[in-house]
């Protein structure tokens, strides 16, 4: 299984919002999957995204083994974009995503529910920066 670190400080974040114990989907938000809010081909692989969702969802079957076993899961199409090294920090109120080939993949991860984003997409709410 893929691996992922979760900083002292990032999982210190997920303890103040109740989120240990959840599952958690890290997507690239690229505007392609169902819980996009962002993206278009311009920015894929450059903005990322952590989804709280009740149940592991089949779309994103893959666990990513961290050290404090939280349950976040992945795809193998938003693992194309993360290498070796993967690790979620939190710092000056933002969550960011590394990996060992790039200083920061994303410095602004974004952090939802998921029904809160099927909710605003069935309400007609559109992507921000949608088609580039």
């Known amino acids: ?8 400080d990032f999982y210190h974040y997920l303890q103040q919002k109740h989120l ?3 599952n958690l989907i890290l997507l690239v938000d690229d505007g392609g999957g ?3 809010l962002q993206g ?5 692989g450059t903005n990322f995204s952590i989804i709280d969702v009740d149940e592991p969802d089949a779309d994103y079957p893959i666990l990513l083994t961290n050290a404090q ?3 976040l899961w992945t795809s ?3 693992l194309v974009f993360c290498g070796t090294g993967l690790k979620l920090d939190y710092r000056h109120g933002s969550i960011a995503i590394t ?3 790039h200083m920061m993949l994303d410095g602004t991860v974004q952090l939802v529910k998921g029904a809160d984003v099927l ?14």
């Open 34 to 36: 169902k819980y996009s």
């Open 20 to 22: 240990t114990d959840q």
């Open 69 to 71: 076993g939280v349950r």
């Open 119 to 132: 909710a605003a997409f069935q309400a007609g709410v559109k992507l921000s920066n949608g088609g580039c």
């Open 99 to 101: 990996d060992d080939a």
């Open 1 to 8: 299984m893929p691996e992922i670190t979760l900083t002292p």
């Open 40 to 44: 278009g081909a311009c920015s894929i």
């Open 76 to 78: 193998n199409y938003d």
